[in-house]
């Protein structure tokens, strides 16, 4: 027992992991930080928290933390510490020096959903303003990027629905392609209790995950899908409601448009359950039970993560789940919607931010005169009308040799973008990469300046949890790099020719909120006061908006969109016979950056593929014995744990350590519209490695 004593000080601030975004006093004695605890009144926690949260902070004052600028001529010389002006002024000199011979489009940004919302704003803002291109792209482009299209396009924004406390009023949960238990741990809890005070729950997932069955919780259907299709299983779900007069007629003639044609589209035989249950392998009579048990909910409610988005079909899913919603009336009112659970603490902010190439801030598309106008006349900087370089096509590009500088923010994208070995061609062709970040990451080998970041605790700023809560991160220590990551990017905007100078994140917030509407009521005033603000948060809502589309939605009328089923291009072979899906674990965060570099390390110390016991047995693969995981564009070798949480014929893994590399083997399929990578499947085999 360590006797810890009274804290000296406390300061609220934000978890940096998951986008549950719980709050937590952080308690120091002196300037050394001895225990963060949930805070009661965090609007997202109410005072829960979880094993990251709580207990794994410890990266923040790692040996490996990189704390001087360093630069290099080449990724093969060794790096030599400078002093922040030397990097500067390298950084932006030979950023300029590449326009100069390659054009301004030659150069862009890739942003980080870790870094805060002022951190992200000012970030596209350089790239718009000083780079003078639309060159900029968020790592929710592999993540989210479908929620932002889909939602968009069906209510109108591109969030989520509900609050977290929303879910206390459902009658019936569909979970589909998420595993709360894992990824979102506190607001598995509040489901949870909702699950045991008697409201049902349907999974949809290829894993039978901790929801299906675990103590006091069952689900009242698993339907268990084979990767790929879900779209085929969204269809059937509302083939069922408008064939079986489930429809909820005075809410889709009164709130939306489009119902007729997509009605008949939805109802036309080859959507019946009957007809996709060959190729999505869930029985037909499961479907038509989950349908009839959401649609006669009282308030259904849905909850998704990447299982949805992670598809060459992630944006038509979204919509599929929108349509569903409307369809049986579940949008519009506390207990029920359509909810994304983000993956990481600020996946919601760095969209709302404009890091996506073709959005500036508040979601307005570049090809808008007026919105255009309007940034152009506050920056005092023309706006490229045509929409910029996504990161697929930053990579292609750079192979191609017209994309010769990159700052990546926050992000390894050599650990977690797909296709590895062209990820890392594509870094190895750029004439200047520059990382900014807490340690010398996967990116940073193939990086040319490495720019140190600071951690969450030398942070104030703002994260936007998926519930679109806006809250307040608290510095609790100064930066110990010396310099905010702000400050770092605005210093090479203004070195580069464009002037840009804030003299706090308060300031990046005020213009956040005069020139987005939907921020126009955030201040950091208005967040100490409230606690945290749920945008839109303006004139109309100056206390935020827990729960959308009440009234009417976002876009006027719901829209109905027909989303025809196609199958994925990547499927099994003889060669490739099984498919890979991936996900992640409870100790551990994404790339595990920072998780490998706390105790939480021991409780996964590495990533498992989950096999089969048929499938194993036919590969002669005992638990623990290592195994080649094969697909057509790469291979890794990793342990495998005997397990029938997946079906035969599908392996899991997770991609949390960098020398196991689940993303050496998956491949460059992506979402149709948004073009987030298809992780969720990948045609693979599997063979013993034979023991020496
Ligand atoms: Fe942090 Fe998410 Fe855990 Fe909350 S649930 S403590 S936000 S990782």
Not at 553 to 567: C, D, E, I, L
Not at 661 to 686: F, I, M, R
Request: glycine share 8%; aromatic share 8%; hydrophobic share 40%.
């Amino acid at each position: 027992v360590v006797e810890l004593g009274m804290p000296s000080r406390t300061v609220i601030t934000t978890c940096a992991y998951c986008g549950v975004g719980c709050s937590f006093k952080a308690e120091l004695r002196g300037t050394e930080l001895v225990r963060m605890v949930p805070h009661k009144d965090g609007g997202a926690n109410e005072g829960h928290s979880c094993v990251k949260g709580r207990f794994a902070f410890g990266y923040a004052t790692h040996p490996d933390r990189v704390l001087s600028p360093m630069v290099r001529d080449s990724i093969t010389d060794p790096w030599r510490e400078v002093s922040w002006e030397f990097a500067i002024e390298t950084v932006a000199r030979r950023f300029r020096e590449i326009q100069g011979a390659h054009g301004p489009g030659s150069i862009g940004a890739i942003s980080s959903s870790r870094c805060t919302n002022e951190e992200v704003y000012v970030v596209q803002k350089m790239v718009r303003a000083a780079f003078g291109n639309n060159n900029v792209d968020t790592c929710a482009r592999v993540c989210h990027s479908p929620t932002g299209y889909g939602l968009k396009q069906t209510f109108g924004e591109s969030a989520g629905t509900q609050d977290f406390k929303s879910v206390a009023l459902a009658d019936v949960i569909l979970v589909i392609g998420a595993n709360p238990t894992d990824g979102h741990p506190v607001f598995a809890s509040r489901m949870k209790r909702r699950l045991r005070q008697g409201a049902q729950l349907i999974v949809v997932d290829p894993r039978r995950i901790d929801l299906v069955r675990s103590p006091h919780v069952e689900a009242a259907h698993h339907l268990q899908l084979r990767p790929g299709t879900n779209v085929a299983v969204v269809n059937a779900l509302a083939h069922v409601v408008v064939t079986e007069g489930l429809v909820s007629r005075d809410f889709v003639a009164s709130r939306c448009e489009g119902y007729d044609e997509w009605a008949t589209f939805i109802a036309s035989p080859e959507n019946s359950p009957e007809a996709v249950e060959g190729i999505t392998g869930v029985p037909a009579a499961t479907v038509r039970a989950a349908a009839r048990l959401y649609a006669n909910a009282g308030n259904g409610t849905i909850y998704y993560g990447l299982g949805v988005t992670e598809h060459s079909q992630g944006s038509t899913m979204v919509m599929g789940l929108a349509n569903l919603a409307m369809a049986t009336g579940n949008v519009g009112r506390d207990g029920v919607g359509v909810n994304p659970l983000r993956g990481q603490n600020n996946v919601q902010g760095s969209c709302d931010m404009g890091s996506f190439p073709h959005e500036l801030p508040g979601y307005r598309h570049v090809s808008d005169d007026v919105v255009r106008e309007l940034f152009s006349a506050r920056w005092g900087a023309p706006i490229l009308a045509e929409p910029g370089l996504r990161i697929p096509n930053m990579f292609d590009a750079a192979i191609d040799g017209s994309f010769r500088g990159l700052f990546v923010h926050g992000e390894d994208i050599a650990q977690s973008d797909p296709n590895l070995s062209h990820v890392t061609a594509a870094l190895s062709a750029i004439e200047l990469v520059v990382v900014q970040d807490l340690f010398l990451n996967e990116t940073a080998k193939f990086a040319h300046v490495f720019l140190p970041g600071a951690s969450f605790l030398e942070k104030d700023g703002t994260f936007t949890n998926a519930e679109r809560r806006i809250n307040r991160v608290r510095a609790v220590m100064p930066p110990k790099t010396g310099k905010s990551e702000w400050e770092i990017v605005c210093e090479i905007a203004t070195a580069m020719g464009y002037p840009m100078a804030y003299s706090h994140p308060s300031e990046i917030m005020d213009e956040i909120a005069a020139m987005t509407p939907t921020f126009a009521g955030v201040s950091f005033e208005a967040l100490d006061k409230l606690g945290s603000i749920q945008w839109p948060c303006n004139a109309a809502a100056p206390a935020g908006t827990p729960v959308m589309h009440v009234d009417s939605f976002v876009r006027g009328r719901g829209k109905f969109v027909r989303t025809a089923y196609v199958a994925t291009e990547e499927q099994t072979t003889r060669r490739f016979p099984l498919v890979l899906t991936t996900g992640r674990i409870l100790s551990q965060y994404n790339v595990g950056a920072q998780t490998r570099r706390t105790g939480n390390v021991a409780w996964h110390p590495e990533d498992l593929l989950e096999i089969h016991p048929h499938d194993a047995s036919e590969r002669g693969v005992s638990e623990g014995d290592l195994v080649r995981l094969a697909s057509r564009v790469g291979e890794t070798t990793l342990r495998a744990t005997i397990s029938d949480r997946m079906p035969v014929g599908v392996v899991y893994t997770t991609f949390h350590h960098p020398v196991t590399g689940a993303n050496v083997v998956t491949t460059e399929h992506s979402d149709w519209a948004t073009n987030c990578p298809e992780y969720k499947v990948t045609a693979v085999q599997v063979a013993l490695v034979p023991a020496k």
